[in-house]
C-alpha cells in the first residue's frame, strides 16, 4: 500500500515529517487491519474444512462488514451474531452484510457479554451447524499473525528511517501484530505506539490492553518490547459520538490534509498525535508513520 506524505501544517511547524500508510485503499469493502486480521482466519478454516464462518460485532462493525465481504468473496457462508435486539430498520453495514449472504442473529446485550460462553456456542451450533468461530475484531492468534505481515511491510518500505509507527487501538491485536513484524524485521529501537480508543482501557483496564499484547504476542512465538499504549484520546468512548472540540478537529484535518478518517478509530489517532505533536513529544526531524486501518463505512453511523 502506498505511503503519503502529509501536508499538516501542526507538523510542519514541529519539523515533523508524518507519512500514511494508505491501507484504507486495500480494498473497497475488505480493507486496512481487518483484511490481515481475517486473512490467515480464512485460510484456517478453509484448509480445517470449514464451509461457515461465524463471527459477533456491533450495527456498524467494520469487522462484520469486511467479512460478509470476505465470504462472499472466497466462497464461505458467514453468520454474524449483532449485539442488541434486531431494530425496525437496520444499519447501512448490516443491509451490505445481509446483501452479501450473511445471516445476521441478533442477541441481547447481556447475552452478547457473555458471548465467549459454551452455552451460546451449543445455541448457535444447534441452529446453524458447525462453524468456524472468529473473535470479534478478528482478534486471535491468526489475526495478529497477519498484523505482523503488515509491520514487515512497513519495514520493507520505510526500512529504519522512521522515529515512531501510530496506530489506533481497539482490541491492541494490530499493535501487537504490527510491533512483532516491526522487530522481527530488525527495528530495535522505534516505537509502536497504539492510541487506546476505549474509555475504560484507563486503570486496570489499560494494564489489561498491555498484557493482551503480550499474549497476542505470545500466540505467534513473538515477545518485543517496542511497543507503548497511549491513553486518554478515546473521545468518550468507542462508537461514541465524537465531542464537539474532535469533531472540530476532525473537519479541519480532513480539509486540510484531503484524508478522510473515520471517526471510531482513525480520528482518534490523528487527534492524539495531534496533541502530542502540540507538546513537543517527537523531537524536531522526527518521522512519523501513521496507519490508516480502514473503516471508512463506518462514517454512515455519524451521518458523515
Same mark, same amino acid.
Given at each position: 500500500?502506498?505511503?503519503?506524505?502529509?501536508?499538516?501544517?501542526?507538523?510542519?511547524?514541529?519539523?515533523?515529517?508524518?507519512?500514511?500508510?494508505?491501507?484504507?485503499?486495500?480494498?473497497?469493502?475488505?480493507?486496512?487491519?481487518?483484511?490481515?486480521?481475517?486473512?490467515?482466519?480464512?485460510?484456517?478454516?478453509?484448509?480445517?474444512?470449514?464451509?461457515?464462518?461465524?463471527?459477533?460485532?456491533?450495527?456498524?462493525?467494520?469487522?462484520?462488514?469486511?467479512?460478509?465481504?470476505?465470504?462472499?468473496?472466497?466462497?464461505?457462508?458467514?453468520?454474524?451474531?449483532?449485539?442488541?435486539?434486531?431494530?425496525?430498520?437496520?444499519?447501512?453495514?448490516?443491509?451490505?452484510?445481509?446483501?452479501?449472504?450473511?445471516?445476521?442473529?441478533?442477541?441481547?446485550?447481556?447475552?452478547? !457479554?457473555?458471548?465467549?460462553?459454551?452455552?451460546?456456542?451449543?445455541?448457535?451450533?444447534?441452529?446453524?451447524?458447525?462453524?468456524?468461530?472468529?473473535?470479534?475484531?478478528?482478534?486471535?492468534?491468526?489475526?495478529?499473525?497477519?498484523?505482523?505481515?503488515?509491520?514487515?511491510?512497513?519495514?520493507?518500505?520505510?526500512?529504519?528511517?522512521?522515529?515512531?509507527?501510530?496506530?489506533?487501538?481497539?482490541?491492541?491485536?494490530?499493535?501487537?501484530?504490527?510491533?512483532?513484524?516491526?522487530?522481527?524485521?530488525?527495528?530495535?529501537?522505534?516505537?509502536?505506539?497504539?492510541?487506546?480508543?476505549?474509555?475504560?482501557?484507563?486503570? !486496570?483496564?489499560?494494564?489489561?490492553?498491555?498484557?493482551?499484547?503480550?499474549?497476542?504476542?505470545?500466540?505467534?512465538?513473538?515477545?518485543?518490547?517496542?511497543?507503548?499504549?497511549?491513553?486518554?484520546?478515546?473521545?468518550?468512548?468507542?462508537?461514541?459520538?465524537?465531542?464537539?472540540?474532535?469533531?472540530?478537529?476532525?473537519?479541519?484535518?480532513?480539509?486540510?490534509?484531503?484524508?478522510?478518517?473515520?471517526?471510531?478509530?482513525?480520528?482518534?489517532?490523528?487527534?492524539?498525535?495531534?496533541?502530542?505533536?502540540?507538546?513537543?513529544?517527537?523531537?524536531?526531524?522526527?518521522?512519523?508513520?501513521?496507519?490508516?486501518?480502514?473503516?471508512?463505512?463506518? !462514517? !454512515?453511523?455519524?451521518?458523515?
Amino acid at each position: 500500500m502506498p505511503l503519503q506524505r502529509l501536508n499538516w501544517a501542526l507538523a510542519t511547524q514541529r519539523s515533523v515529517e508524518i507519512w500514511v500508510r494508505r491501507d484504507d485503499l486495500i480494498d473497497t469493502h475488505l480493507s486496512g487491519n481487518k483484511f490481515y486480521k481475517l486473512y490467515y482466519n480464512l485460510r484456517a478454516a478453509k484448509a480445517a474444512g470449514y464451509k461457515q464462518l461465524l463471527s459477533f460485532g456491533g450495527a456498524y462493525s467494520n469487522h462484520i462488514y469486511a467479512l460478509a465481504a470476505a465470504a462472499k468473496a472466497y466462497g464461505f457462508q458467514a453468520v454474524g451474531v449483532i449485539r442488541g435486539e434486531r431494530p425496525k430498520y437496520l444499519s447501512p453495514t448490516l443491509q451490505d452484510a445481509e446483501a452479501w449472504g450473511m445471516k445476521l442473529h441478533f442477541v441481547s446485550r447481556t447475552d452478547y !457479554r457473555e458471548r465467549s460462553s459454551p452455552e451460546l456456542r451449543q445455541k448457535l451450533t444447534d441452529i446453524y451447524g458447525d462453524f468456524f468461530e472468529i473473535p470479534e475484531g478478528g482478534a486471535n492468534a491468526y489475526g495478529v499473525q497477519g498484523t505482523k505481515a503488515l509491520g514487515v511491510a512497513i519495514h520493507r518500505q520505510v526500512k529504519s528511517d522512521y522515529t515512531s509507527v501510530c496506530l489506533a487501538s481497539g482490541t491492541a491485536n494490530t499493535l501487537a501484530g504490527v510491533a512483532a513484524g516491526l522487530q522481527r524485521a530488525g527495528d530495535l529501537a522505534q516505537k509502536v505506539i497504539g492510541f487506546s480508543v476505549l474509555k475504560d482501557a484507563g486503570d !486496570r483496564g489499560f494494564q489489561s490492553l498491555g498484557a493482551q499484547v503480550i499474549n497476542y504476542q505470545k500466540a505467534i512465538n513473538e515477545s518485543t518490547s517496542n511497543w507503548c499504549l497511549i491513553n486518554g484520546f478515546h473521545g468518550g468512548g468507542y462508537g461514541k459520538k465524537l465531542p464537539t472540540n474532535m469533531r472540530q478537529f476532525m473537519t479541519g484535518f480532513e480539509c486540510e490534509t484531503e484524508l478522510q478518517l473515520d471517526p471510531v478509530y482513525t480520528a482518534k489517532m490523528c487527534w492524539g498525535v495531534a496533541q502530542l505533536l502540540a507538546k513537543d513529544y517527537w523531537q524536531s526531524g522526527s518521522r512519523l508513520v501513521l496507519i490508516h486501518t480502514g473503516g471508512l463505512q463506518g !462514517r !454512515r453511523g455519524f451521518d458523515l
